[in-house]
């Protein structure tokens, strides 16, 4: 299930590096200790309609994202922590909340991410490697990653299979600082096969790590 907030950001500018003031928007609102961190069983995207300027990225009148989760209990949870505090940051507030719900995913075979997905490997000499949609590792790391979240909801599905879309020629590489650290994630989309459950549930928790803090969130 998914929600979309309208939200009022009249003449505000907020810095490009807002991603940890997003996410722990987020927490306010859910206030649920352990529904935050590396496995997250939801996702949400960036601000959309601002411009980019010199000083960050700037609205005129409104902002706009998503917020989708496996639980529609946590969805309500969700609804319930913005209604009794409506503020974000930098001056901005929601005005609307509009609930979406899960679409038919029996003919999807192709997710575009609304926000970059994020894949780490542990090396052998215990240095985090950050895997771009490049590296031939992607494909295990993306189904690997999101077959443990299907675990922890208590879903299998034999013909899962899933890669990023490699020929698609605006793919990019995304550097994202989040609280002073830098992450290599990646703009591509998706090619995913499996259950239109499984799909849905994809769809909702988002992909690769570190949904919970703002990446791998889908289209």
Known sequence: MRIHLTINAKNITIPFDHQHLLAGTINKWLHMPGEHGEISLYSFSRLKGGMKTENGLHFNAFASMFFSAHSP??????????????????GLNVKEVTIQPDPDMSHVNILKVASPVLLKKREADGNIKHVLYSDPE?????????????????????????????LYIKAEPKLITYKGIKNKASLCPIIISGKPETISFARNVGLGNSTGIGFGSIE
Request: negative net charge.
């Open 73 to 90: 209990v946590l969805i309500r949870h969700m609804i319930d922590g913005i209604m009794k505090d409506t503020s974000m940051f930098k």
């Open 138 to 166: 992607s494909a295990d790391l993306l189904k690997s990653s999101l077959e443990t979240k299907m675990k922890i909801a208590g879903l299998t599905d034999e013909t899962l299979g899933i890669h990023f879309d490699t």
